[in-house]
């Protein structure tokens, strides 16, 4: 069973950092492209940054670019998202989503982790 | 970037009629499009990948169509489980891009 648990969410001042984790389990985590994708209260889906399996492309979107920084450790089953100079219009709930093999589309998804930036 | 503009915002059917929810988007995506649902405090699900293809365990009342900018979803025969919020996703181009959704309500 394909499981993905994200952790490491919470309370942060604007301008500081914080970093997510995603931890996989149940497919062969380093055959697939993975990605984070957000959604702030109340507000529909964004997509924030993808991976490739191997983990030598990197993607971001307009909004993160330069703040955030996207990585995986195939030998953790681990994928994370280094999140800098932090913003208020940063504030939502983290998804960690599986690419579909061929394509990405994104076929399973964590629960999610909440990140709210406030003073 | 790409953007997906999905309409209506809102759909207010009964149990048992049919839904057709659209997605446009602002230059051809070819058929790189999915759909997804998601219910209140739960992570999206995929429904369909490139525009028409059913993901895995995804009920048959459920089917997509079209290419290029134009896409729709229909559901046929709504049942109590359908009532939720749709959303739309093109990955031809960086950066990906979702529409914004349309509520699907009694």
């Known amino acids: 069973e394909v499981q993905l648990l994200e952790s490491g969410g919470g309370l942060v001042q604007p301008g500081g950092s914080l970093r997510l984790s995603c931890a996989a389990s149940?497919?062969?985590?380093?055959?697939?492209?993975m990605s984070w994708v957000r959604q702030a209260p109340g507000k529909g889906l964004e997509w924030v940054s993808g991976i490739s399996g191997s983990g030598g492309d990197t993607y971001y979107a307009d909004s993160v670019k330069g703040r955030f920084t996207i990585s995986r450790d195939n030998s953790k089953n681990t994928m994370s998202l280094q999140m800098d100079s932090l913003r208020a219009e940063d504030t939502a709930v983290y998804f960690c989503?599986?690419?579909?093999?061929?394509?990405?589309?994104?076929?399973?998804w964590g629960q999610g982790t909440l990140v709210t930036v406030s003073s | 970037e790409i953007v997906m503009t999905q309409s209506p915002a809102t759909l207010s059917v009964s149990p048992g009629e049919r839904a057709t929810l659209s997605c446009r988007a602002s230059?051809?995506?070819?058929?790189?499009l999915a759909w997804y649902q998601q219910k209140p405090g739960q992570a999206p699900r995929l429904l369909i990948y490139g525009a028409s293809t059913g993901a895995t365990g995804i009920p048959a009342r459920f089917s997509g169509r079209g290419s290029g900018t134009e896409f729709t979803l229909t559901i046929t025969s709504l049942q109590s489980e359908d009532f939720a919020v749709y959303y739309c996703q093109q990955y031809n181009n960086w950066p990906l891009t979702f529409g914004g959704g349309t509520k699907v309500e009694i």
């Open positions: 149940g497919f062969t985590f380093s055959s697939y492209a």
């Open positions: 989503a599986k690419a579909y093999r061929t394509n990405w589309s994104f076929d399973y």
């Open positions: 230059q051809s995506v070819s058929s790189n």
